[in-house]
């Protein structure tokens, strides 16, 4: 998965912190998106973001803040942590001439929040 | 909202037995795309669909853009152990061309 860097790969959080997952990519691709995946469920899109300075969300994105102030850095942050935000958290980028839907995943970043 | 439906929810197949898979809509889609995602990594593109009827093979994997455009149906020929893992297939949510959803996943064992 080189290409889409996301830190860190596990973190475990008390119930009302907040943090950020970082998301990092160096292809120069404008598109960038963040998904959730619960335990045995499919994929669901957070928000995403269609170059620097844009963004939109997505299908879930209540509890989440995003910003692009560059094309290769794409944050999620979490404001104050809940156990439902317990889940795998996928960065993504759209592959560079590639056609709708043809997307790059990370490696994933793993939350629990207690 | 649009849901994809993907059948079977898993299945446990012998190597070397063909796999059949497909994923449904009540809406339309006009691209449809099936990842597959190893334990512990992120889902990785199969191939994607961009129109009705279309039929694409990827080495022994072969898909298909269903006509009614509310469908698509990935085979895996001969199956090996690396087959193993979680299929989904995904398409643009209504409106959008860059936003995908996903579908339940269709979970592959594959016994020696």
């Known amino acids: 998965n080189a290409g889409v860097t996301q830190t860190p790969k596990f973190r475990i959080l008390k119930i009302g912190q907040s943090m950020t997952l970082q998301c990092t990519q160096d292809?120069?691709?404008?598109?960038m998106y963040w998904y959730r995946q619960d335990p045995g469920m499919g994929l669901k899109l957070i928000y995403y973001s269609v170059g620097a300075g844009i963004t939109d969300k997505g299908e879930v994105p209540n509890g989440y803040n995003v910003s692009r102030s560059t094309t290769e850095d794409f944050p999620l942050r979490l404001e104050l942590a809940a156990p439902s935000q317990t889940s795998v958290y996928f960065c993504a980028i759209q592959m560079s001439g590639g056609r709708t839907g043809e997307l790059f995943f990370g490696e994933g970043s793993r939350l629990t929040v207690l | 909202g649009q849901q994809l439906n993907q059948s079977p929810q898993s299945m446990f197949i012998q190597e070397g037995e063909d796999v059949s898979m497909n994923c449904t809509s009540s809406?339309?889609?006009?691209?449809w795309l099936w990842y597959k995602q190893d334990p512990g990594e992120g889902p990785v593109l199969l191939i994607a669909?961009?129109?009705?009827?279309e039929l694409t093979s990827n080495g022994r994997l072969t898909a298909q853009f269903g006509i009614t455009r509310k469908d698509s149906f990935l085979n895996i020929s001969a199956s090996i152990p690396s087959d193993v893992g979680i299929y989904f297939c995904a398409g643009p949510l209504t409106g959008t061309a860059s936003k995908l959803t996903f579908g339940t996943g269709t979970r592959l064992q594959v016994t020696l």
């Open positions: 669909l961009y129109k009705a009827g």
């Open positions: 292809m120069n691709h404008n598109y």
């Open positions: 809406s339309i889609f006009n691209t």
